[in-house]
């Protein structure tokens, strides 16, 4: 990998390291000079930390057809039919790539091992053990350090993309990105003939997530800023099981548990799934999270449990070595005592609208992965379908912008700090991140009223002017530009959900219990 200049231009700036990020870079011809810039490392990513696998019709029981019902069953109306259709059937090949690169996925003789998660209809999920995520980035990663024509700065966060607007033009191009340098406290301008958003989701907008400290929506809140569409942003998906433990912070529990024949318990031992939907444990995840949450606050729990004590130790050890791992540095033997879960935000089915090859509404600027709408997800996105869609439309963007002509260059200016004070804000804006974090949670969580989003809306907006004034007045740092992101996401979240009236897919309100005769998107465009 190139060494670390600042670089007045590049052919393509990504902003992002998760696997939609590295699958572009890698599917770029290595003519072309690429910036990725990463918030902290590229290991803090929700790709790398992902457990379950990536879905593909492999097996011979299996068919396209399958895994686009299943997907359009999960996605509760919202799916969009032919672009289901398109990463279905790309994404055999795409996991062969992946195999190319050297993903070492599990195996069962001669065959890949496939997995079975909630929603799907057959085993059709490719994993490495339950470390899914963190060997194909260890793998892309590695491919990725051999390219010359790769720059990687870790610890450099996006403030903002440089538009025709921000430049005094007419116009919805974009041409690059100013992007601090959180080591040396400096704002760099980065000139880009294409620009891509590959930041992830918005689940640190919420007190409890199983994503990293990194996902706090800033592809989706600079794509906003910049004139771009988005879409769908209600549909936040919370994970059923979440490991409930006061030193066991946004540690996941896969599904894919569930898929080997894992029971969900209250504390009495009763199983309580059946009674929800007859899936039972394998109903898709919005159904799983809700009927944990009807549970909990019905008789007053912390959480519930999940048994996988009836499968033998060997098998539970080779299967799930990191949960079995983990559990047992927090005193909890998986192979004999139940694990204590909770629902958690997990992922955001909604994003910035792009077409079929991740372009936005501004010319040379791309989304890719969880920052984008795809139509894929619709209302709830059926389990190990997001890495997939990571990898299709990585690989479709990478061949647009090949074909594609750069962002004409032009004289961009440097960061003004020039009317710009130094602060210790630090106080304040920790004290604006928790509240956002709790009310967001209490107002905007599993199950939604009206006179909650209300209240919700009513405080984001005290919030809103108040980030302003620090934006406007303080010098800039990392936490002041993830809160500024968080509240606009935030924003954006509830806007949507305030307009959809109706509950479908992971967007539940008790106002609206029941669902409307036709599925639209809900979208949302910005003033210009």
């Known amino acids: 990998m190139a060494d670390n200049p600042r670089m007045p231009r590049c052919d393509v700036l990504i902003i992002g390291s998760g696997l939609a990020a590295a699958t572009l870079a890698l599917a770029l011809p290595v003519r072309l000079r690429i910036v990725m810039v990463t918030k902290k490392t590229p290991q803090d990513s929700s790709s790398y930390w992902a457990q379950g696998g990536i879905a593909a019709v492999m097996g011979a029981d299996d068919s396209f057809d399958e895994h686009v019902r299943d997907t359009l069953v999960a996605g509760a109306g919202l799916c969009r039919e032919d672009v289901v259709r398109r990463v279905v059937s790309a994404a055999p090949e795409a996991v062969r790539w992946l195999i190319d690169q050297g993903v070492p996925f599990d195996q069962q003789g001669a065959a890949y091992h496939l997995t079975r998660e909630g929603g799907h209809s057959r085993r059709r999920v490719l994993h490495a053990a339950d470390a899914t995520g963190r060997a194909v980035q260890d793998a892309l990663l590695a491919r990725l350090r051999a390219r010359a024509n790769v720059t990687l700065l870790g610890r450099h966060i996006a403030v903002d993309l440089i538009t025709d607007r921000r430049l005094g033009h007419d116009g919805s191009a974009v041409y690059g990105a100013y992007v601090l340098d959180t080591g040396a406290g400096r704002v760099d301008t980065y000139a880009a003939g294409h620009t891509v958003l590959a930041t992830g989701g918005t689940g640190k907008v919420f007190l409890y997530t199983t994503n990293p400290d990194t ?8 794509a906003w800023r910049a ?54 444990e394998l109903a898709p995840r919005d159904v799983v999270a809700r009927a944990i949450d009807f549970e909990m606050k019905k008789r007053g729990l912390d959480c519930v449990y999940l048994d996988i004590t009836h499968q033998p130790a060997k098998f539970i050890v080779s299967h799930f070595p ?60 059926l389990a190990s379908n997001s890495l997939l869609e990571c990898l299709v439309y990585g690989r479709a963007a990478a061949a647009d912008i090949a074909e594609r002509a750069s962002a004409p260059a032009r004289a961009l200016p440097d960061w003004d700090e020039s009317r710009v004070t130094d602060a210790d804000e630090e106080i304040v804006i920790a004290h604006n991140w928790h509240e956002l974090r709790r009310f967001m949670w209490d107002y905007v969580g599993i199950v939604r009223t009206s006179k909650r989003l209300e209240r919700a809306s009513h405080r984001i907006r005290l919030l809103t002017d108040e980030i302003h004034e620090y934006y406007s007045n303080f010098r ?21 959900a305030r307009q959809r009236h109706e509950s479908r897919g992971l967007h539940a309100s008790r106002d609206y219990p029941g669902l409307l005769p036709e599925a639209r998107d809900t979208v949302l465009t910005p003033e210009r």
């Open 476 to 496: 800039i740092g990392n936490d002041l530009i993830e809160l500024r992101n968080l509240v606009l996401s935030a924003d954006l979240i509830v806007r949507c």
């Open 215 to 222: 996902a706090t929506g800033d592809g989706i809140a600079m």
């Open 322 to 381: 990191t949960i079995h791992a983990r559990c047992l540095e927090l005193g909890i033997d998986i192979t004999r005592e139940w694990i204590p879960v909770a629902p958690a935000a997990h992922y955001s089915c909604g994003g910035v609208v792009v077409d079929a090859q991740g372009r936005t509404d501004a010319a040379h600027l791309y989304a890719i992965g969880e920052t984008s709408c795809t139509g894929l997800h619709g209302a709830n996105r």
């Open 227 to 280: 004139g771009c569409r988005v879409a769908n942003l209600e549909f936040i998906q919370f994970h059923p099981t979440c490991l409930y433990h006061p030193h066991a912070k946004s540690f996941l529990i896969t599904e894919a548990m569930r898929g080997e024949g894992a029971i969900l318990r209250l504390p009495d031992g009763t199983r309580f799934m059946p009674e929800h939907d007859e899936r039972a």
